[in-house]
């Protein structure tokens, strides 16, 4: 694919429900990054990936939350017990260079609704 | 900490005038600063970035000026379009993550 990919782009769940949320980057970026929006806010940092591992995951909340990324390409982001508090859009983006001097590309999103 | 401040929060000019808005970053050491334009629904996009060892990068209608002294960068939008309506994010790289500002909604009337 051209960019990056988020599915699903809708997810519904009920309170205390598990929920996973898929990232495809571009093809060989190896920075990853996921962003949680919500309205009228911008990108909230949650974790950034370099390659398979988690070079920085302080923005997750808590515990609930945890990221991975096996083999360095696709990543998936996991919520445990979902709460209400965590509706929002989970945006992903990838980034060519190894550093954070260069253009992030940003999926579409995954927009979470917790009932 | 980190912490980006932009304003103003909300923006509304008539269509051709100009339109300014200014990010305040905290970490003297970043030099690399991004704007991206987001529309309603879509995700965020680069429209223009700036390093730190330039002041002003132009493209086309679009320019960001940079003030390292007050820590100060700014996103000039000239001869506004009713499609340059959206939400203008600026960003400062912290250490291993990005820090967003809370955006700016840029409503252009016709």
């Known amino acids: 694919g051209a960019g990056v990919s988020q599915t699903p782009s809708n997810k519904v769940t009920e309170k205390g429900k ?7 980057p571009i093809s060989g970026h190896t920075a990853l990054y996921w962003y949680r929006q919500s309205l009228g806010q911008g990108p909230e940092f949650l974790i950034y990936f370099q390659g398979t591992g988690a070079a920085d995951d302080s923005g997750l909340p808590n515990d609930r939350f945890f990221a991975v990324r096996p083999e360095g ?4 982001l996991k919520i445990q017990r979902t709460e209400r508090g965590d509706s929002a859009v989970y945006l992903c983006a990838s980034s060519l260079s190894d550093s954070l001097r260069g253009e992030q590309f940003f999926g579409p999103g995954t ?4 009932l | 900490g980190e912490n980006v401040e932009q304003h103003p929060s909300t923006l509304s000019v008539q269509e051709g005038d100009s339109a300014v808005i200014k990010c305040t970053y905290s970490d003297s050491a970043s030099n690399y600063f991004p704007w991206y334009k987001q529309e309603l629904g879509k995700r965020p996009q680069l429209i223009i970035d700036i390093r730190s060892n ?10 960001v000026t940079l003030n390292k002294t007050a820590k100060h960068f700014s996103l000039h939008i000239t001869e506004t379009q009713p499609e340059d309506s959206a939400v203008y994010f600026c960003a ?3 250490t291993y993550k990005y ?9 252009v009337l016709a």
């Open chain 2, 92 to 94: 400062e790289p912290g």
């Open chain 2, 54 to 63: 330039v002041g002003e990068k132009k493209d086309q209608r679009i320019a």
């Open chain 1, 73 to 76: 390409s696709v990543s998936t």
């Open chain 1, 18 to 24: 598990y929920v996973e949320l898929r990232c495809d």
């Open chain 2, 99 to 107: 820090i967003f500002g809370t955006g700016t909604r840029l409503k």
């Open chain 1, 111 to 114: 927009r979470l609704t917790v």
